[in-house]
């Protein structure tokens, strides 16, 4: 089982990261690019929240620091918080659109977005992937963006507004900025896809 999984899968994923990685490359090598970048780097540490594709984004992220570009670091260090943040404070401005255990871990959601681990946002995207997802990926592409646009540099390996209060960034009002538009952003996607969600769940159960 295993041999066939990495004959079928094993390469079309290590082509996926390869292209991945190539966008990139090609991407942050122009400053007129710099908006593209960003977008790209959010939308990646978005979409799987730690797994594959975000690693991609972050190692790139981490070599930049190295290679003297710690500004492509902080955009991805601005994209990386919003998923759980944003979870978090949907959780606690329209509790109906969602179910007691999503909104039992809005608390730790949003203090493991403020110590920069994305992956709590996990449990809700797993719970709701069709409006989740979209939300998550679009503030984090916008906070990566806008991070990209102002210039924010990270230079150590993490995001989070940990690495700002510690003094990681080169500003710490701007990569907040950047931060809070993505969540904001995320948090009334999300609200508003659940909302559209329920009122169709519930026009159908009237019909």
Same mark, same amino acid.
């Given at each position: 089982?295993?041999?066939?999984?990495? =004959?079928?899968?094993?390469?079309?994923?290590?082509?996926?990261?390869?292209?991945?990685?190539?966008? $990139?490359?090609?991407?942050?090598? *122009?400053?007129? @690019?710099?908006?593209?970048?960003? =977008? $790209?780097?959010?939308?990646?540490?978005?979409? *799987?929240?730690?797994?594959?594709?975000?690693?991609?984004?972050?190692?790139? #992220? @981490?070599?930049?620091?190295?290679?003297? @570009?710690?500004?492509?670091?902080?955009?991805?260090?601005?994209?990386?918080?919003?998923?759980?943040?944003?979870?978090?404070?949907?959780?606690?401005? *329209?509790?109906?659109?969602?179910?007691?255990? /999503?909104?039992?871990?809005?608390?730790?959601?949003?203090?493991?977005? =403020?110590?920069?681990?994305? /992956? #709590?946002?996990?449990?809700?995207?797993?719970? *709701?992937?069709?409006?989740?997802?979209?939300?998550?990926?679009? #503030?984090?592409?916008?906070?990566?963006? $806008?991070?990209?646009?102002?210039?924010?540099?990270?230079?150590?390996?993490?995001? #989070?507004?940990?690495?700002?209060? =510690?003094?990681?960034?080169?500003?710490?009002?701007?990569?907040?900025?950047?931060?809070?538009?993505?969540?904001?952003?995320?948090?009334?996607?999300?609200?508003?896809?659940?909302?559209?969600?329920?009122?169709?769940?519930?026009?159908?159960?009237?019909?």
């Amino acid at each position: 089982v295993s041999a066939v999984l990495i =004959l079928f899968l094993g390469a079309p994923i290590s082509w996926l990261m390869t292209a991945l990685n190539s966008a $990139l490359t090609f991407l942050s090598k *122009d400053p007129v @690019t710099a908006i593209p970048l960003g =977008l $790209l780097l959010g939308a990646m540490v978005a979409f *799987d929240m730690g797994g594959p594709v975000n690693k991609v984004a972050f190692l790139f #992220g @981490t070599a930049s620091i190295v290679g003297g @570009t710690p500004q492509i670091m902080g955009a991805v260090a601005c994209a990386i918080p919003v998923p759980p943040l944003a979870m978090g404070l949907a959780t606690l401005i *329209d509790k109906k659109c969602f179910n007691e255990e /999503e909104r039992a871990a809005g608390i730790p959601a949003l203090l493991m977005g =403020l110590i920069g681990i994305t /992956e #709590g946002a996990i449990p809700y995207a797993a719970c *709701d992937p069709k409006h989740v997802m979209p939300s998550i990926i679009v #503030g984090s592409s916008v906070a990566s963006a $806008l991070g990209m646009v102002l210039g924010i540099t990270d230079i150590v390996p993490h995001g #989070g507004p940990i690495v700002g209060f =510690l003094g990681a960034t080169n500003s710490l009002p701007l990569f907040l900025l950047t931060i809070a538009a993505g969540t904001v952003i995320s948090t009334l996607m999300v609200i508003a896809l659940k909302g559209i969600k329920q009122k169709k769940e519930f026009a159908s159960k009237v019909v």
